[in-house]
């Protein structure tokens, strides 16, 4: 059907001089605008509402009495890899929870790939039935300096991308010390995509640095952690984009400032969220509801959740269930506790047919796990006495503290101390780029995990994602390294040299091949084992690969050693 006709139909399917293709009939809409709950058909043209306020017939009418149709979901920031099922599996897991558009940034699989990461990701959203988004990774590596990545992508690499229609702007700009610098190649990556959406990422940045960033052209920001923080950065004219993700909760601390003055500029985002946690609480549907039982008004929830989102997007043909909008609608059981019954996406219901003829996608990145063998006298920590910084893990956040502890001591080298809950952690280069001479190990300790044997390894290490290992026992840190090598990478536990329980995260060290229900139940398996090890965290595994991202305050790991963050400086190489 050529545009022209689609127009004299829609045209004529809204002022109900034809059946439309579709009604939802017998039921209310939240109007975003008023915030009444309004009793009204809803037509729809192929993909797109075409009727409201009225009565409509329809060639297929679904009957929606006694229940709430309010706009499709929009994440509007997160890492399909983080999730560790491919863009297909994920849209399977998501879009029953009402997340009709998400806005990816494939940097996961960037740092590991480089720009195939950028083709895979658009080839995959062109055939899904959720309305994919990427945005351009900025910050491939995160650092120049502190880590070893398996990439390096640079302006000129990034604009032949530009123009693809799936593609929105520039990703989270996480290097913002590098920006506050005028670093070339951070200017050079912002003045390509001035006049087009550039994400943020500046946990902490307040006062003069943060009016600079901003004038960088940076327009959202999902690192705002406190009302202070998240107000600042509203008062100087960002969208902030609240997350609530598996590790990263910011949900609890800044519902507060949700309200109907303020939800315009606010929109909800999940960043990292497993399919674990999708199957036990839910997606943005759970955010929405949380929002409201903290006491966020409703009406401020869903314009945060789908019309605020999609502007701060520049996406201006959804967000309302209003005449001319994509038909992306979420159909609610119970409209204060988002209970989902029903979607539709473009139009068409979401339904196991809906997924059923889509083309495969190849998976890429096998075999990227390069790391070398490894054996427990490779995490030595050497030093010339007891006292060491120390990172600490902060349950629920990514930000880390710094702790200055003094250890078990002997032998010239400083020990893992369980009293003071302090054990090893290490990062292993896994690209195959460690320089000759080098170890390509980076070896400290870290405290708050619970952990009294055994140890936990994962190559999902943000974002450059070399092999990050925790451990009691040096010999488990090196048998859990060495099997993630023989599985092309995952999440692993051993204890006594034997594996209690793993996933295997073959393309490129980061996501499944099975489907995301197989994958919830491994992750059961692995929190099960992690627990009885005597872990407390309730996600240690994507606590794990926090650990080495050298651009969250204050202390980190990298395959080059401790990293003050606060100085964006190696502590010890």
């Known amino acids: 059907m050529g545009q022209v006709d689609f127009l004299r139909r829609a045209i004529d399917q809204g002022q109900g001089r034809t059946e439309a293709d579709l009604v939802l009939k017998g039921g209310r809409f939240l109007d975003l605008v008023t915030g009444d709950l309004v009793a009204s058909d809803i037509a729809i043209c192929g993909d797109r509402i075409v009727g409201t306020y009225g009565h409509y017939r329809g060639r297929r009418e679904v009957d929606v009495g006694g229940k709430v149709v309010v706009p499709g979901f929009i994440d509007t920031h997160f890492h399909v890899e983080s999730s560790l099922m491919p863009p297909q599996e994920f849209e399977r897991c998501v879009l029953p929870h009402g997340v009709t558009t998400g806005v990816c940034d494939p940097h996961e699989m960037a740092n590991v790939l480089g720009m195939a990461a950028f083709r895979w990701f658009l080839e995959s959203a062109e055939t899904l039935a959720m309305d994919l988004r990427v945005q351009l990774s900025s910050c491939v590596p995160a650092t120049d300096h502190l880590e070893t990545s398996g990439a390096r992508i640079t302006a000129a690499d990034l604009l032949p991308f530009a123009s693809h229609r799936k593609v929105i702007g520039l990703a989270e700009f996480m290097n913002f010390p590098g920006v506050l610098a005028g670093d070339p190649g951070a200017l050079e990556k912002l003045a390509a995509f001035q006049g087009r959406h550039i994400d943020g990422h500046a946990p902490l940045l307040r006062g003069a640095g943060l009016n600079g960033y901003i004038a960088a052209g940076i327009r959202t920001e999902h690192e705002a952690t406190t009302p202070e923080e998240a107000l600042e950065k509203l008062s100087k004219g960002m969208t902030v984009l609240i997350r609530e993700g598996s590790v990263s909760k910011d949900l609890h601390a800044l519902a507060p400032i949700l309200t109907e003055r303020t939800a315009p500029f606010l929109a909800f985002c ?144 400083r020990r893992i101390d369980l009293e003071q809950d302090v054990i090893k952690v290490a990062v292993v280069e896994r690209h195959g780029k460690t320089a000759p001479g080098e170890r390509g190990i980076g070896v400290a300790f870290v405290k708050g995990f619970g952990l009294k044997r055994g140890a936990i390894a994962s190559s999902v290490g943000h974002d450059s994602h070399n092999i990050t290992v925790v451990g009691a026992d040096e010999s488990d840190m090196a048998a859990a390294v060495n099997r993630l090598g023989a599985i092309e990478g995952g999440f692993v536990v051993v204890e006594g040299g034997r594996v209690l329980a793993e996933i295997a995260l073959p393309l490129a060290g980061l996501m499944s091949l099975m489907p995301f229900d197989a994958i919830r139940q491994s992750l059961v398996t692995l929190r099960a084992a992690a627990r009885s090890l005597g872990v407390v965290l309730p996600e240690p595994f994507l606590q794990v690969a926090f650990l080495p991202l050298p651009v969250i305050p204050h202390l980190k790991i990298t395959d080059k050693g401790l990293v003050d963050v606060d100085r964006f400086a190696l502590v010890t190489p």
């Open 270 to 413: 999940t960043d990292d969220r497993n399919p674990l946690d999708i199957a036990e609480e839910g997606h943005l549907d759970y955010v929405i509801r949380t929002s409201i039982a903290l006491g966020a008004p409703p009406l401020a929830a869903y314009r945060a959740a789908s019309w605020s989102a999609a502007r701060a997007f520049c996406l201006h043909d959804r967000g309302l269930v209003a005449p001319g909008q994509r038909a992306d609608l979420v159909v609610l059981d119970d409209f204060l506790a988002c209970r989902v019954s029903q979607v539709f996406s473009a139009g068409r219901p979401v339904d196991s047919a809906l997924f059923a003829d889509r083309p495969a996608i190849e998976p890429i990145g096998r075999g990227s796990v390069r790391a070398r063998q490894v054996t427990a006298t490779d995490f030595a920590a050497p030093g010339s006495g007891p006292s060491t910084p120390v990172i600490g893990v902060v349950p629920g956040k990514i930000i880390t503290l710094r702790y200055d502890l003094s250890l078990p001591y002997s032998g010239g080298e």
